[in-house]
T-cell receptor
Framework: DTEVTQTPKHLVMGMTNKKSLKCEQH?????MYWYKQKAKKPPELMFV???????INESVPSRFSPECPNSSLLNLHLHALQPEDSALYLC??????????????FGPGTRLTVL | GEDVEQSLFLSVREGDSSVINCTYT??????LYWYKQEPGAGLQLLTY?????DMKQDQRLTVLLNKKDKHLSLRIADTQTGDSAIYFC????????FGKGTRLHILP
């Protein structure tokens, strides 16, 4: 089973709302990732968790707050977003973070629209 | 810095072979990947090749790697309408670097 699941599939929120994106994998992977993808662009890395600890934060604004409650779950908490944050948010996982050796498996994404 | 380049658009007649090309700059990449993204969907890992391999075949997919020229290609044999998607080439060292994606359009 190489499935990464994400909920919700679509999310519309106002700039004053607080919402969360969820990601789950049951492959025993110890590294999990959040990416942001704008239309017709490649995914851009936001955060990396390794063994439930934040390993990489690609200078993401604090209105995005990641959380890894356990090895299977990854959340992205959203607060006071801007319309330009509208995008497809992709979660991925890989067995570990090891230089260049671990294949990442992606979820279907959450399509976020900020009004 | 690391960079991955690929053409943005490819148009192929149904039943023909599609060849999507990619060049990369980081010679230390251990794995190189091809991901497929259908409209509105996430990325699907199609195949990957280890950097010490020249070729990998998986059913209709053939990946060729020229490490000297840092050139990677994906050949899809007998292209079908379901192959219509964006194909991302990617390399990984400490993180994945994606190309901008090649949109494959299938002509009837």
């Amino acid at each position: 089973d190489t499935e990464v699941t994400q909920t919700p599939k679509h999310l519309v929120m106002g700039m004053t709302n607080k919402k969360s994106l969820k990601c789950e994998q049951h492959m025993g992977h110890r590294a999990m990732y959040w990416y942001k993808q704008k239309a017709k662009k490649p995914p851009e890395l936001m955060f990396v968790y390794s063994y439930e600890k934040l390993s990489i934060n690609e200078s993401v604004p604090s209105r995005f707050s990641p959380e890894c409650p356990n090895s299977s779950l990854l959340n992205l908490h959203l607060h006071a977003l801007q319309p330009e944050d509208s995008a497809l948010y992709l979660c991925a996982s890989s067995p570990q973070i090891r230089t260049g050796t671990d294949t990442q498996y992606f979820g279907p994404g959450t399509r976020l629209t900020v009004l | 810095g690391e960079d991955v380049e690929q053409s943005l658009f490819l148009s192929v007649r149904e039943g023909d072979s599609s060849v999507i090309n990619c060049t990369y700059t980081d010679s230390s990449s251990t794995y190189l990947y091809w991901y497929k993204q259908e409209p509105g969907a996430g990325l699907q890992l199609l195949t990957y090749i280890f950097s010490n391999m020249d070729m990998k075949q998986d059913q209709r997919l053939t990946v060729l790697l020229n490490k000297k020229d840092k050139h990677l290609s994906l050949r899809i044999a007998d292209t079908q309408t379901g192959d219509s998607a964006i194909y991302f080439c990617a390399e990984s060292d400490d993180k994945i670097i994606f190309g901008k994606g090649t949109r494959l359009h299938i002509l009837p």
